[in-house]
């Protein structure tokens, strides 16, 4: 036999296997076999792989251990900020964006102006979206970047019968006559109760009895530092606000113990007085004494809340000390900068009047309140 003749051979039956293989009926059934063979491998394998996933995250868990010192005790909760909070922290941030508050009650423009001073961002052009509207409350902690242009244009925006609270802080560089005269100019400001200047070193008597003559319904008044108010604007304060409950005249080195003590037995609402940093006023022992039995022949009794005074240690003398203590309704005693025996004769004296045991306790209304001996020699 040849070798031709012993070449191997292709059965006929494989031949006729693979002729039933072709076709397009037959490839286009290859190719769907093909492709559920395919996604049936690929679960399979994500399978896998998301279990071996849970497997691994269930071993970490087990095998975490805390980074922090258990020695240095319990970790501080933080707290969680309000949503309020943090929209006011990104709108005092983008406050130069804002084109207007309208329809914003008053009372949270006046949260957003105190975050805009803290950051010393209220510039003019920022302080007059807080104008608009006849707002009841403007309250401005900071006024340094206004000036007295500015300040005149604010307050004859803002002074209007709907405005009950005015609250200007370090205004002394843009407040002065003029913008005191524009608070009067639009006639009386029968709503307005609370008005505070501070730092207004420009303000006179004149412009202040103006501003005044404005407010019959005034309860509360807050000049510091107001260099320029002498005692004549004193002497017209009974007259000018008959309702006035509180004073604050620190730091108004124009003011003298003579008028005080010729003002204060005709101011009978008043029952808070602040008179820190004023030297005359120390050095007098007859104010003293009056300002407290002044307040302690009123009708309601002792109706004192604040006393304070930046007092030298050998200007008080017993009757001072004794007067002080025998406020039977006394709620609040602030007496920095004088010697230990003040504090001690208000307790062993007027024991009905302060607590004893615990200084700084602050009770309920009807009890007796608290003692500010900070700083005290």
């Not at 008044?221 to 004193?234: C, D, I, K, N, Y």
Request: hydrophobic share 40%.
């Amino acid at each position: 036999m040849s070798r031709a003749g012993t070449r191997s051979r292709v059965p006929w039956t494989n031949h006729s296997a693979r002729a039933r293989t072709l076709g397009p009926w037959s490839s286009a059934m290859e190719l769907v076999n093909a492709r559920e063979k395919a996604q049936h491998d690929r679960q399979a394998k994500l399978h896998g792989i998301k279990g071996a996933t849970e497997e691994e995250h269930l071993e970490d868990e087990a095998e975490w251990q805390p980074r922090r010192d258990p020695s240095l005790g319990p970790h501080p909760q933080e707290t969680v900020r309000s949503l309020f909070d943090t929209c006011l922290d990104v709108l005092t941030t983008y406050v130069d964006c804002v084109e207007s508050l309208w329809g914003i009650p008053d009372v949270i423009k006046v949260r957003l102006a105190t975050s805009v001073c803290s950051r010393r961002k209220m510039s003019p052009e920022v302080v007059r979206l807080f104008t608009v509207g006849s707002p009841t409350e403007m309250q401005l902690p900071d006024c340094t970047q206004l000036d007295s242009v500015v300040l005149r244009e604010i307050v004859q925006q803002v002074a209007t019968e709907r405005l009950q609270r005015l609250e200007l802080g370090f205004c002394g560089r843009g407040f002065g006559d003029e913008a005191a005269a524009l608070m009067a100019a639009g006639g009386p400001l029968r709503g307005l109760e609370v008005l505070a200047l501070e730092g207004a070193y420009r303000l006179s008597d004149a412009g202040l009895e103006k501003a005044l003559s404005a407010t019959p319904s005034l309860t509360w008044l807050a000049v510091p530092q107001s260099s320029r108010l002498t005692g004549a604007l004193l002497e017209k304060l009974p007259s000018l606000v008959p309702g006035l409950v509180h004073l604050n005249l620190a730091d108004c080195r124009g003011i003298g113990a003579d008028s005080l003590v010729a003002v204060l037995p005709r101011m009978s609402a008043l029952t808070t007085l602040k008179l820190d940093f004023i030297p005359e006023v120390g050095g007098t022992e007859a104010a003293l004494r009056l300002m407290v039995a002044s307040h302690c022949s009123n009708d309601g009794g002792a109706a004192i809340l604040f006393f304070t005074a930046v007092v030298p240690p050998e200007q008080v003398d017993d009757a001072v000390l004794v007067a002080v203590g025998s406020l039977k309704e006394l709620r609040e005693l602030s007496i920095r900068c004088c010697q230990v025996r003040l504090l001690v004769v208000c307790f062993e004296g007027g024991a009905h009047a302060l607590p004893h045991k615990d200084r700084q306790r602050q009770q309920g209304p009807d009890g007796p309140g608290r003692v500010a001996a900070a700083t005290c020699r």
